[in-house]
């Protein structure tokens, strides 16, 4: 969740290609779907504000076993985002200022250190000290232009990315057990630009690790977002690569929804720009693997989410399906600006 802060809102650009595609192929929802009313924002916090407890404690073997017992359960919130994403939001949260106008300090450099002396065989320490360390090097660099950030501040960002990197490569026999050490790997590796070969080869290792752990593909849509190191057609490619590795996983459960999980999260990412950019992902396949998702996560606030992006590509008719899902259309959390524009669209469709 560490991309998935802040307002949901979407931007109702239509996308006159989806638009037609969407009208002339409407899926009807899949029957015995059942949503459930779900706070999950407090799920989420539950682990994260238990988690920064134990930070800020310096409960260094309380973290290990909370790592562990989320790591070994495969745990998850009622709507199907990994509890361990919270964990490591947890530990960082404290530790740095998040802005470059309060310092991006990175906290107490004592902490990891302190943590790896506690238990050096577990994976927590080094991984939550990645985390940090990327996250610092956001708040130096800014999401400006390479050509606007000053040369000092990349040189920081590139530096703290080459630790990163440098820490989990030293640490993989231990680190590499939890999947989030591949997602941080990820993450250093595109903010230092390692060509497309070495992102796949690395890719291909997640998967096999791990196929339905979306923070791996989360940290790699930024790598192939055209502005970055990216052609057209690599994020499409990158939620199909998701897609078959689930299909083909001996160790675990295929998770067919992911492709609509890292669409929406690349819908998050172009949410501003008032372009066609989600015409770079496949919505035929979306939808269906929307439908999935919910299949296995029924849930109040993944039917919210998949209609603002039903309505985000123009396919009022299945955001129409979805509403009439939810089992309580006034809930608080459905008064944001996204979803009532996406309601007032279907309505004024319906008639």
């Known amino acids: 969740m560490r991309w998935i802060y802040g307002a949901l809102a979407l931007a109702l650009t239509l996308a006159a290609g989806i638009v037609a595609t969407a009208k ?77 106008t309060k310092g991006c300090n990175r906290g107490q450099h004592s902490f990891y250190s302190d943590w790896a002396k506690v238990d050096p065989k577990q994976p927590g320490p080094y991984i939550a000290e990645a985390y940090n360390l990327t996250a610092y090097a956001v708040c130096v660099r800014g999401f400006a232009p390479a050509s606007q950030v000053p040369a000092e501040y990349m040189a920081i960002y590139v530096r703290a990315a080459q630790q990163a990197k440098a820490l989990l490569e030293a640490h993989r026999a231990v680190a590499a057990v939890d999947p989030q050490y591949y ?71 295929a998770d067919r929804g992911i492709y609509a999980r890292l669409f929406w999260q690349y819908a998050l990412l172009k949410e501003d720009c008032g372009c066609k950019a989600l015409q770079a992902m496949d919505w035929e396949i979306g939808r269906q693997s929307m439908w999935d998702d919910l299949r296995s996560y029924p849930t109040d606030w993944n039917v919210g989410v998949f209609a603002k992006l039903a309505c985000k590509v123009g396919d009022l008719d299945t955001a129409a399906q979805l509403m009439a899902l939810l089992p309580n259309p006034q809930a608080s959390w459905l008064h944001n ?3 009532v524009a996406c309601r007032q669209s279907v309505q004024a469709r319906l008639g």
């Open 24 to 100: 002339t192929r409407s899926v009807p929802p899949p029957p015995h779907i059942v949503v459930h009313d779900v706070d999950e924002t407090a799920a989420w916090n539950e682990t994260f504000t238990q988690v920064r407890y134990l930070a800020i404690q310096r409960d260094f073997a309380g973290l290990n076993a909370v790592e562990k017992t989320l790591r070994m359960k495969r745990a998850r919130t009622p709507s199907g985002n990994w509890k361990l994403e919270a964990f490591f939001a947890g530990v960082d949260r404290d530790m740095r200022a998040e802005e470059r």
């Open 337 to 339: 600006a996204g979803f």
């Open 183 to 253: 997602a941080e790997m990820i993450d250093a590796d595109m903010k230092l630009g390692v060509g497309p070969a070495e992102m796949q080869k690395l890719l291909k290792e997640a998967a096999a690790r791990e196929p339905d752990y979306d923070p791996i593909y989360k940290s790699a849509i930024f790598y192939y977002l055209p502005e970055w190191y990216g052609q057209p057609g690599d994020v499409d490619r990158l939620g199909r690569f998701a897609l078959a590795a689930n299909a083909h996983a001996a160790n675990a459960p």
